[in-house]
């Protein structure tokens, strides 16, 4: 029973990971770059919210939508003043500059909301299920979250077949230049998948704060990482690819931390990552390109 | 143009070879145009008048610039001198996607397809800027969300057809074999309701009786949508039959510009292709 519980918890940390890994997958795919910041989003996003709810005392759902579009335009703004004057450049650029927004969100968190760690109310009004008697606990927090999960793949898969501008961004992604010789603006799809991703990036944040209740200028830094593996894991550029590395991932290291040891349980998770890749170097659900010779 | 604040430039129309375009506003109109790489001169005082509905061809030797030019006159490249206009607009400047918009298109001489995309979906990518539905109508999936959806299916499968490819739209575009995939990006290019179409080597790696085929596809394009053709071309036989004049560059210089009958038989060209006779 035991297990079973460490397993439940294990997906639901695992579905936020995936929900922030979906973002990291998107902007890879789509911009080719790798958005080491997207984790501090998930930080703006959860302060967002808690400011909303606490300060405003506005209702928990009111809140997110908040955090949302806060952090739509917030990854948009990112976009355009950080990144889109560097297109073209060497993609080392990007990225340095990418961990230099990492720092700027998170210093600038600091400045606004102090180094002090806030205690984040759940957002979550669902009462814990018992079952099987009382020795499995299955928290609103865990039902929200993985539902949440599954319904953003689900939707982000519809979006990038069945529409139009899902369309763009798969040409996009994977020719850019005949994309544009198609009359496609590439800056508008490259804003497009940043909201998208931030907007995203919002709902993890208050998911995860909801679960792990602290909430610090540096909270977002660590599941970034993670899920940025997370979306290595699994294939990244793929959407399915980055669900299922996040809850691996998630279960790994719940499993880790209560059978191995707490300490090393990201060392586990990173050791897991590096045997995977020696083995599968494209990722569990990446796709093997062959370089022709 | 309406969304684009240019001034149309009306163009002399000399140099117009079909009598049918005689007196009409040329779609592409290139004038002086050059390019420098470092201190590498690719392409040098290139022009070039088409009309409406003509289709010519480009040709040359391996490597004397005729794909630099297609990217010059597609926005890729900016040029280092003189002008490009497509329809009387100048595209000095312009994104590409904006220069896609002015009704000017192309195919690639290596296949540029979206291979993940269905044969289908690589069309209605084409067919972008035409599709007229909001980001919330599709998200919401409103009705006006499943109408411009079935206008656009309607659309993009009746091109298809008119190319012979309406049994492969629910294929990937990466699994077909060469030669369709080859028609599937002129169909692709149509898709973006061009008025001019630049085809860089249609039939590369087509064997003789595709080749043919393509020769009758490209003059029934011309004749449906009344467009320009503008085509580079390593085969002959098809550069002759289907073009009503041809321009040969080498070394990013225009060489000679005729008709196929005067361009078979001058000296230039044939000394471009085949060497300078010894004479020792």
Redesign the interface.
Same mark, same amino acid.
């Given at each position: 029973m035991q297990i079973l519980q460490y397993l439940i918890n294990g997906i639901s940390i695992g579905a936020v990971y995936a929900i922030i890994a979906l973002g990291y997958t998107m902007v890879y795919g789509i911009a080719k770059m790798l958005n080491f910041a997207h984790g501090d989003i998930i930080m703006v996003g959860a302060y967002i919210s808690f400011c909303v709810t606490n300060y405003l005392g506005l209702p928990a759902f009111v809140s997110v939508i908040a955090a949302m579009a806060v952090c739509t335009l917030l990854g948009i703004l990112i976009e355009k003043l950080a990144y889109m004057p560097l297109r073209g450049t060497p993609s080392l650029a990007v990225l340095i500059t990418a961990i230099g927004v990492s720092y700027f969100l998170q210093n600038g968190a600091q400045l606004i909301w102090g180094s002090a760690p806030k205690n984040f109310a759940s957002i979550v009004p669902l009462k814990p299920v018992f079952l099987a008697g009382g020795e499995l606990v299955i928290t609103g927090e865990v039902i929200v979250t993985i539902l949440a999960s599954v319904l953003i793949m689900v939707g982000l898969t519809l979006f990038t077949t069945k529409t139009k501008i899902g369309k763009a961004m798969r040409a996009v992604s994977e020719d850019r230049a005949a994309a544009q010789l198609m009359g496609i603006s590439v800056n508008n799809t490259i804003s497009m998948t940043f909201a998208i991703g931030s907007a995203l990036a919002a709902i993890a944040g208050v998911l995860l704060c909801s679960t792990v209740p602290t909430l610090q200028p540096t909270t977002g830094a660590m599941p970034g990482i993670r899920a940025f593996t997370a979306a290595v894991f699994g294939g990244i550029g793929s959407i399915p690819g980055a669900m299922l590395g996040g809850i691996l991932l998630g279960i790994i290291e719940t499993f880790s931390k209560a059978f191995i040891s707490t300490q090393f349980s990201d060392a586990i998770v990173f050791s897991v990552l590096i045997i995977i890749l020696l083995v599968k170097p494209a990722g569990l659900l990446g796709k093997q390109i062959q370089e022709k010779v | 143009m309406a969304d684009y604040p240019r001034k149309v430039i009306q163009v002399p129309t000399y140099n117009l070879f079909r009598e049918q375009d005689a007196g009409k506003q040329p779609v592409l109109d290139v004038r002086n145009l050059g390019i420098d790489f470092g201190g590498l001169t690719a392409v040098d005082s290139f022009n070039i008048t088409l009309g409406p509905t003509e289709i010519s061809g480009l040709i040359g030797p391996n490597g004397a610039g005729k794909t630099t030019i297609f990217n010059l006159l $597609?926005g890729?490249y900016q040029p280092t001198r003189g002008s490009v206009l497509v329809n009387g607009i100048d595209i000095k400047g312009m994104?590409?996607?904006k220069v896609?918009?002015l009704g000017i @298109?192309?195919t &690639?001489q290596n296949i540029?397809? &979206?291979?993940?995309?269905t044969a289908l979906?690589n069309v209605?990518?084409?067919m972008?800027?035409e599709?007229r539905?909001s &980001?919330l109508a599709?998200?919401l999936r409103l009705p006006s969300y499943y109408r @411009?959806e079935a206008a @656009?299916n309607m659309k993009a499968m009746e091109l298809l057809d008119f190319m012979g490819l309406a049994d492969v739209a629910d294929q990937k575009a990466g699994s077909l074999p060469y030669g369709v995939q080859r028609r599937l990006e002129i169909v692709?290019a149509l @898709? $973006?309701n061009p008025s001019v179409i630049l085809l860089d080597e249609p039939a590369a790696g087509m064997n003789p009786s595709e080749t043919t085929e393509l020769m009758h596809q490209i003059r029934r394009i011309r004749d449906t949508f009344h467009i320009a053709i503008f085509l580079i071309e390593h085969d002959m036989n098809l550069v002759m039959n289907v073009c009503e004049a041809i321009a040969v560059v080498n070394y990013g210089k225009i060489i000679a510009k005729g008709t196929p009958e005067e361009i078979r038989s001058n000296p230039a060209v044939i000394e471009a292709y085949l060497g300078k006779e010894d004479n020792d």
């Open positions: - | $597609t890729v994104p590409v996607h896609n918009k @298109a192309r &690639f540029r397809l &979206f291979s993940e995309m979906d209605k990518v084409g972008h800027n599709i539905c &980001f599709s998200l @411009a @656009a692709r @898709a $973006t």
